[in-house]
């Protein structure tokens, strides 16, 4: 097997890349894709030829699959972080205070930190906070990454070291100023565009998913195949925006507080070991 194809398999195999595929197509819970979409989303998975794509991008580079997902033409880019963002916020809310996105950091004055790649900028922000996840009333920061493992700048690595890779650089960058400005904890969630999730994401996710099951009374493997579902769902959209660069109106869905996740789960045939 080619090695594009190998890796294409790597990432096919991480836990939430495949919940997608496997889900009902049912419109009100956030699970379906039109025809072009599914073909589309196939040919990303697999890497197969796509018709209709353009030769080349509006920024003037060459155009394909890995370049539309770099491109920061177009804001597409930041689309896909903020749908994953918004989506976290909106189940911080139910199971958190205080939850805000995109809070400022407080100014460092002047400060010296240990490491010399601290953000120190007086107008720094993080993209998500919570009070009360970790540890009662203590201030929680999370910042989303997604990057695209068949990228130059990843490719060469092994996905377990890309992911730490990209999660370490987020510590690096912000970890020593939330807990000495902050009193907080900082906690990067880095995921692949495919839907896969780095060890800290998997372990945030893990614990958010505990604590909407124990507030909603439901079981919790419910909970998670859920929430992988609609994660991989955030990410396969944004993903696809990118690629054929669409712009329509989100469609509607069940929010998180209406949600019976043991409901949705039976009735969209989620596997919840996936």
């Known amino acids: 097997m080619p090695e594009d194809h190998q890796r294409r398999m790597q990432m096919a195999q991480e836990v939430g890349a495949s919940n997608w595929l496997t889900a009902l197509p049912i419109k009100a819970k956030g699970f379906s894709l039109n025809k072009q979409e599914f073909f589309d989303a196939l040919a990303l998975r697999y890497g197969w030829h796509m018709d209709g794509l353009p030769q080349t991008c509006s920024c003037g580079s ?95 690595q092994d996905l377990h070291v890309a992911h730490g890779r990209h999660e370490n650089d987020k510590i690096r960058e912000y970890g020593e100023r939330v807990e000495e400005v902050e009193q907080g904890t900082f906690t990067p969630l880095v995921f692949t565009t495919t839907g896969g999730m780095a060890p800290r994401a998997k372990a945030f996710y893990a614990i ?3 604590q909407l099951a124990d507030k909603k009374q439901q ?21 696809l925006l990118c ?24 009735e969209s045939r989620i596997r919840e070991n996936i």
């Open 243 to 266: 690629l054929r660069g669409t712009r329509t109106k989100p469609p509607f869905y069940t929010s998180v507080r209406d949600t019976d996740f043991e409901e949705t789960v039976e």
């Open 219 to 239: 079981a919790r493997s419910c909970v998670t195949a859920w929430m992988r579902c609609r994660l991989s769902f955030s990410l396969l959209r944004s993903s």
């Open 62 to 156: 060459p155009f394909n699959t890995n370049h539309a997902m770099i491109c920061k033409t177009g804001g597409f880019i930041v689309i896909r972080h903020d749908e994953v963002r918004d989506l976290t916020a909106q189940m911080l809310r139910e199971v958190c205070h205080d939850v805000r996105v995109e809070p400022e950091l407080l100014p460092t004055g002047g400060r010296h930190f240990t490491l010399r790649s601290v953000n120190t900028a007086e107008d720094a922000r993080l993209d998500i906070s919570a009070r009360g996840f970790w540890a009662r009333g203590q201030r929680a920061f999370f910042d989303v990454r997604i990057f695209n493992p068949m990228a130059q700048s990843n490719k060469d």
């Open 208 to 210: 958010l998913a505990q």
